[in-house]
T-cell receptor, first 114, second 111 residues
Framework: NAGVTQTPKFQVLKTGQSMTLQCAQD?????MSWYRQDPGMGLRLIHYSVGAGITDQGEVPNGYNVSRSTTEDFPLRLLSAAPSQTSVYFC?????????????FGPGTRLTVL | TQLLEQSPQFLSIQEGENLTVYCNSS?????LQWYRQEPGEGPVLLVT?????EVKKLKRLTFQFGDARKDSSLHITAAQPGDTGLYLCADLGNQGGKLIFGQGTELSVKP
């Protein structure tokens, strides 16, 4: 099993450009999430999904879109990149386990917006 | 909105020393999780605690959950350079996939 994979690993954008961060998991997990990590702020939830076709907003959703057409994939779209979106982005997946879910994180995408 | 506060924010110690890091919540935890993150990688789950007063051990790491389920500590005995990393506490919440994280404790263990 590859676990959770993310592409690209690094990306540099100019302000106003759009792009999609890819996330895939091969563990047949129902739950998938996107977080961003900024220095001194831990990880903050952007969007999450509890199954194919179902998504919802997290703590910092503005400027990002998601969709979940399959169980395996959960892409994150930046519509018009801004310097404030410079961050490290992590995708995670898990299976519901009655309050003891184990979240598996991908290796991250480091995004710089100029 | 629940806030998780971790202390200290940075910790630099010598190999062989003991240390404790803390996590405090503004509200009762649903389920508390501790993660370790190494540079350039995603967080990896260390432990989940659910019951107030619970103590779990993972080799040289001891995790305690407060009786009121609003605080937790992570104690490392005889720290090693391989323990270096960012330690994060998180609340699993009552709906999967929605972790709330503290800001982390960055630990450096020097040989």
């Amino acid at each position: 099993n590859a676990g959770v994979t993310q592409t690209p690993k690094f990306q540099v954008l100019k302000t106003g450009q759009s792009m999609t961060l890819q996330c895939a998991q091969d563990m047949n997990h129902e739950y998938m999430s996107w977080y961003r990590q900024d220095p001194g702020m831990g990880l903050r939830l952007i969007h999450y999904s509890v199954g194919a076709g179902i998504t919802d907003q997290g703590e910092v959703p503005n400027g990002y879109n998601v969709s979940r057409s399959t169980t395996e994939d959960f892409p994150l779209r930046l519509l018009s990149a801004a310097p404030s979106q410079t961050s490290v982005y992590f995708c995670a997946s898990s299976r519901p386990s009655g309050g003891t879910d184990t979240q598996y994180f991908g290796p991250g995408t480091r995004l710089t917006v100029l | 909105t629940q806030l998780l506060e971790q202390s200290p924010q940075f910790l630099s110690i010598q190999e062989g020393e003991n240390l404790t890091v803390y996590c405090n919540s503004s509200s009762v935890f649903s389920s508390l999780q501790w993660y370790r993150q190494e540079p350039g990688e995603g967080p990896v789950l260390l432990v989940t605690v659910v019951t107030g007063g619970e103590v779990k051990k993972l080799k040289r790491l001891t995790f305690q959950f407060g009786d009121a389920r609003k605080d937790s500590s992570l104690h490392i005995t005889a720290a090693q350079p391989g323990d270096t990393g960012l330690y994060l506490c998180a609340d699993l919440g009552n709906q999967g996939g929605k972790l709330i994280f503290g800001q982390g404790t960055e630990l450096s263990v020097k040989p």
